[in-house]
T-cell receptor, first 114, second 118 residues
Framework: QKEVEQNSGPLSVPEGAIASLNCTYSDRGSQSFFWYRQYSGKSPELIMFIYSNGDKEDGRFTAQLNKASQYVSLLIRDSQPSDSATYLCAVNPAANTGFQKLVFGTGTRLLVSP | DAGVIQSPRHEVTEMGQEVTLRCKPISGHDYLFWYRQTMMRGLELLIYFNNNVPIDDSGMPEDRFSAKMPNASFSTLKIQPSEPRDSAVYFC????????????????FGPGTRLTVL
């Protein structure tokens, strides 16, 4: 079992719709969770992070965390063609590995059609 | 700030040759990370440094890989000898840890080095 699992996609949504990206992780002691966006041929950039169970909203983006189910998701409202990218879920493992280490999933490719 | 700087941006070499990738982190950042990204395995952490000291090198695939950070503004990742399976994009990232319970801070990635080993 991979430490962080994501569906590779592509996930196709029409412009204006809600895109829902999902991620599961295996280490129950994981402390914090991140979503990075990576455009084709570019480097990853941080979109959101979340530490506590529940929802965290930032503009059109909402991160959701359920530690009991070991599940984290990213919702993108009013999807735009410019949101088309690969979204990487990353997890900071158990505390004794240090707060700086991240384990990444392989990413979900999102395609937003005009 | 110029961001994280990596060189070269592209490297094509033949199997058996030595390859050296270079990274200059953002000034003032105290953590530096080396990642490798492939389609099959995604983004994998190879090694990371804190204040120039290697903290975790458990991701380094084998003895052919080595990394150094001689000072706060420069790091190298060396592959000797290189093999075709080393072909990937290698990213360097840096961050600044402010401390405290939520001490994770954003990792800023460089543009990457695309390595092709023939």
């Amino acid at each position: 079992q991979k430490e962080v699992e994501q569906n590779s996609g592509p996930l196709s949504v029409p412009e204006g719709a809600i895109a829902s990206l999902n991620c599961t992780y295996s280490d129950r002691g994981s402390q914090s969770f991140f979503w990075y966006r990576q455009y084709s041929g570019k480097s990853p950039e941080l979109i959101m992070f979340i530490y506590s169970n529940g929802d965290k909203e930032d503009g059109r983006f909402t991160a959701q965390l359920n530690k009991a189910s070991q599940y984290v998701s990213l919702l993108i409202r009013d999807s735009q063609p410019s949101d088309s990218a690969t979204y990487l879920c990353a997890v900071n493992p158990a505390a004794n590995t240090g707060f700086q280490k991240l384990v990444f999933g392989t990413g979900t490719r999102l395609l937003v059609s005009p | 700030d110029a961001g994280v700087i990596q060189s070269p941006r592209h490297e094509v070499t033949e199997m058996g040759q030595e390859v050296t990738l270079r990274c200059k982190p953002i000034s003032g950042h105290d953590y530096l990370f080396w990642y490798r990204q492939t389609m099959m395995r995604g983004l994998e952490l190879l090694i990371y440094f804190n204040n120039n000291v290697p903290i975790d090198d458990s991701g380094m695939p084998e003895d052919r890989f080595s990394a150094k950070m001689p000072n706060a503004s420069f790091s190298t990742l060396k592959i000797q000898p290189s093999e075709p399976r080393d072909s990937a994009v290698y990213f360097c990232a840096s961050s600044f840890a402010r401390g405290g319970l939520s001490s994770y801070n954003e990792q800023f990635f460089g543009p990457g080095t695309r390595l092709t080993v023939l």
